[in-house]
């Protein structure tokens, strides 16, 4: 993602594909955030529309991380 300011956000495209053979939804869970306090100014979400991907196709993706403009400092490991 980079280095972030607060009131900042950083977009990413990423292309998933279903190898499957049944369609499939995605569901996205962000966790394990060290520090934990990170939850409170940090907002991680996608453009994903919940249509399910069919079969050995594609879909374009969008993740957005997004820093509150009252953050003050975070750490990472």
Sequence with gaps: WGTLEPGESQAIVCYIKNEG?????LS?????WNPTEATDY???SWN?????ISPH??????FT???DA????VFYL
């Design 21 to 25: 053979d049944t369609a499939l939804t």
């Design 28 to 32: 996205m869970y962000p966790s394990g």
């Design 42 to 44: 940090l907002t991680l």
């Design 48 to 52: 994903y529309d919940g249509n399910p």
């Design 57 to 62: 196709t594609s879909v374009q993706v969008t």
């Design 65 to 67: 991380l997004s820093v």
């Design 70 to 73: 009252s953050i003050e400092e």
